[in-house]
């Protein structure tokens, strides 16, 4: 069976947010400002549409008044994809931004590492102040409802889930957290999410600051790394350049590959 090349886009549903720039890179530019903007991914190829991530819920989004928010689902819509009619979502980790909007996709698959489920959903540590800051307690209850549900799958490690696509287990940025190598016309594509915020890290070698492990998140630099066909072919989560710098499908929306 031939092994199908996906296309990858890049859907904007908010920003550009300003942040620090020691927030986006580690002990770097202390007094300077730079701009991310939040995405969701999406892959399509072989008659599939698969998303990375679910972007943030709708409510959220709007009382935190972030810059240009769009509820995922308008936003995915740009590219005529219904999200109550996704059957592929792929989680990368468990923060706000990433896995907010998961009840937007009522009938999809949801893949996620076991270990980032268990640790946001089981482990006490992840109640306390650092951890509840950068999450979404509702939609992880909600997710925890799913446990031993078809839908739910909690892969652990390296894993094909559907031909041409391999999550893998990528951690540093969270316990668990995974990306996502894709069979594209150019080769192996990695949608790195969080492991880096920004082209720049997968560069300079430094990642951002939002940190749980460093030692893990330098392994799993090179792990990608060796593991994409070229450099250009590793996306990283938060970078404004995602949208700048490729061709515009649609408002907001740019094709990587
Ligand atoms: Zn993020």
Redesign the pocket.
């Known amino acids: 069976m031939d092994i199908p090349t996906y296309e990858i886009y890049a859907i904007k549903y908010a920003g550009p947010l300003i942040r620090p720039g020691c927030m986006v890179n580690w002990f770097q530019d202390v007094d300077k400002n730079v701009h991310v903007n939040?995405y969701i991914f999406a892959l399509r190829g072989g008659g599939e549409t698969i998303l990375v991530d679910a972007g943030m819920d709708p409510k959220l989004g709007k009382e935190r008044n972030l810059t240009a928010f769009v509820n995922p689902a308008e936003a995915l819509k740009r590219i005529d994809i219904v999200a109550e009619k996704v059957k592929h979502v792929v989680i990368t980790?468990i923060?706000?931004?990433?896995i907010g909007g998961i009840k937007l996709f009522p009938r999809a698959t949801i893949y996620l590492q076991e270990k980032e489920f268990n640790f946001w959903i089981k482990n006490p540590i992840a109640q306390r102040a650092p951890f509840l800051q950068v999450t979404d307690p509702a939609a992880n209850r909600y997710v925890g409802t799913l446990e031993g549900k078809k839908r739910l799958h909690l892969v652990r490690g390296d894993k094909k889930i559907l031909p041409g696509i391999e999550v893998l287990l990528a951690p540093g940025h969270t316990i668990g957290h995974q990306a996502v190598a894709v069979n594209t016309a150019k080769g192996t594509a990695i949608v790195g999410?969080?492991l880096a915020?920004t082209f720049s890290s997968y560069r300079t070698d430094i990642p951002s600051a939002?940190i749980t492990d460093m030692v893990a998140w330098m392994k799993s630099f090179d792990k990608v790394r060796a593991k994409v066909s070229s450099p250009d072919l590793l996306f990283p989560?938060?970078d404004p350049a995602l949208l700048d710098n490729y061709p515009m499908v649609a408002e907001d929306v740019s094709r990587l590959v």
Not at 95 to 98: A, E, G, K, L, P
């Open positions: 939040y980790h923060h706000v931004d990433h999410s969080d915020h939002i989560g938060h």
